[in-house]
C-alpha cells in the first residue's frame, strides 16, 4: 500500500511537471528564436512559465499535489500567486521594451491581433486578485466574500490566458500548447466543481435541522 501510495505521488509530479515542462522544452528549440532579441525571448517564456503556474495553482487549493497538506497546499498557493504577477510583470515589460507601440495598443484594447485583448484581461484579473489576496485582512473580507469575488476572477484568468495562448501562432509547440491549455482548464473546472460540492455538502446538516 505505501509503495502505491509513493508511486502515485511520484506519478503527479512526474505529470505535472512534464504538462509544464515539455511545451517550454519544445518551444525552447523553435526555429523562430533565432529571429528574436534576448528581452522578447525572456518575455515570451515568463508568459509560458505564467501558463504553468495557472495549471500549479488549482491543483494546489483542490489538495491534488500529494503529499502536501491543505494548509501547506494553500500556503503555496498563495506563494504561486506571487510567482505569477512577477512572471506576467516580466512578460509584460519585456514586450514593452521590445515594442511599446504594440503594448500600448493591446492595453487600450486596440491592437489588430487577436489574443491581446484576452491576455490584457487576464492580466488585470491577476493583478485585481494579488492586490484583494494582500489586503484582504485590512479589508475585512471574509471567507465567504473572498471566495464570491476570487472565483469569478479565476474563471477570467483562466478563460483569458487559454485563449490568449491558443489564439498565439508563436515559438510554442501547437499540440504540446493545446495539451497544457487543455489541462489548465480541466484543473479548473473539476476544482470548482468539488468546491462546489463540498459546500453544498456542507450545507445539508443545517438544512435538515432546519426541516426538523
Do not use: N
Amino acid at each position: 500500500m505505501k509503495e502505491w501510495r509513493s508511486a502515485r505521488v511520484a506519478l503527479i509530479w512526474v505529470a505535472l511537471a512534464a504538462a509544464v515542462g515539455v511545451p517550454i522544452a519544445a518551444a525552447a528549440m523553435s526555429p523562430l528564436l533565432a529571429w528574436r532579441g534576448p528581452v522578447y525571448i525572456l518575455a515570451g517564456f515568463a508568459g509560458m512559465i505564467a501558463l504553468g503556474l495557472v495549471l500549479v495553482q488549482p491543483l494546489l487549493i483542490g489538495g491534488y499535489l500529494t503529499p502536501l497538506s491543505a494548509y501547506r497546499g494553500r500556503r503555496a498557493h498563495h506563494w504561486i500567486g506571487g510567482a505569477l504577477v512577477v512572471a506576467v510583470v516580466i512578460h509584460v515589460a519585456g514586450l514593452w521594451i521590445t515594442s511599446p507601440p504594440d503594448m500600448i495598443d493591446a492595453l487600450l484594447f486596440s491592437s489588430p491581433t487577436p489574443f491581446s485583448p484576452f491576455g490584457v484581461i487576464a492580466m488585470w484579473a491577476i493583478f485585481t486578485v494579488a492586490l484583494l489576496a494582500a489586503l484582504r485582512r485590512r479589508l475585512g473580507l471574509r471567507l465567504r466574500t473572498w471566495r464570491m469575488v476570487h472565483i469569478p476572477l479565476a474563471i477570467v484568468i483562466v478563460a483569458g490566458s487559454v485563449v490568449h495562448c491558443l489564439l498565439i501562432e508563436g515559438t510554442m509547440e501547437t499540440v504540446s500548447k493545446a495539451a497544457l491549455c487543455a489541462l489548465v482548464l480541466a484543473a479548473a473546472i473539476k476544482v470548482m466543481a468539488d468546491l462546489w460540492m463540498r459546500r453544498k455538502r456542507a450545507t445539508l446538516p443545517g438544512e435538515s435541522i432546519a426541516r426538523q
